[in-house]
């Protein structure tokens, strides 16, 4: 006896040669097994219909199986055209300053690398005086060199500004 599966296989187109012949003749030969073929051939024709509907989909049908164009996304900033100009401009000005900042601060240690005081006294004298500068130039200075003397200069005080400041006046 033909099993189940065996007769789906058969209507299917799904056995080997041998084993379809032998279905053949004892379907010749049994008509209950004939009944069973013509129903599972209507089932195998059903099948086969739903599967070609399913997989060829009408006209309407095919742009809804299409996937999507790929489309570039939108810019999130391209309303902020202005916004993006002043950051700009302002990312250039703190590099300048940075920049202006970092080399005074080089010319700096350059050009004092300690820090130099002087200390100058001014004296009013009528009379010529040696100082300790002039007695250690003059002591290394070979014998018969002559040290110029400058004259003497009037110096006169300037006046010391007013201490009262002038009132206040409103329109």
Same mark, same amino acid.
């Given at each position: ?128 005086? @040696?100082?300790? #500068?002039? *007695? +250690? $130039?003059?002591?290394?200075?070979? !014998?018969? %060199?002559?040290? @110029?003397?400058? #004259?003497? *200069? +009037? $110096?006169?005080?300037?006046?010391? !500004?007013? %201490? ?8």
């Amino acid at each position: 006896m033909i099993d189940t599966n065996q007769l789906q296989e058969y209507v299917l187109d799904l056995l080997p040669p041998v084993e379809r012949e032998a279905v053949e003749q004892e379907a010749a030969q049994d008509e209950a097994l004939r009944l069973i073929l013509r129903r599972e051939r209507k089932v195998g024709r059903l099948v086969r219909t739903t599967l070609q509907e399913t997989t060829a989909p009408a006209s309407g049908r095919i742009p809804q199986l299409m996937p999507a164009v790929p489309r570039q996304r939108p810019y999130p900033w391209r309303g902020l055209t202005w916004q993006r100009s002043v950051a700009a401009l302002s990312l250039i000005l703190v590099i300048f300053l940075g920049s202006a900042g970092l080399y005074q601060s080089r010319q700096a240690a350059i050009t004092s690398a300690t820090p130099t005081l002087m200390a100058v006294t001014a004296t009013f004298t009528r009379e010529p005086t @040696a100082t300790l #500068a002039q *007695l +250690e $130039i003059e002591e290394a200075l070979p !014998p018969g %060199t002559a040290v @110029a003397q400058s #004259a003497l *200069l +009037e $110096i006169q005080a300037t006046p010391a !500004p007013p %201490t009262t400041r002038p009132p206040l006046t409103s329109n």
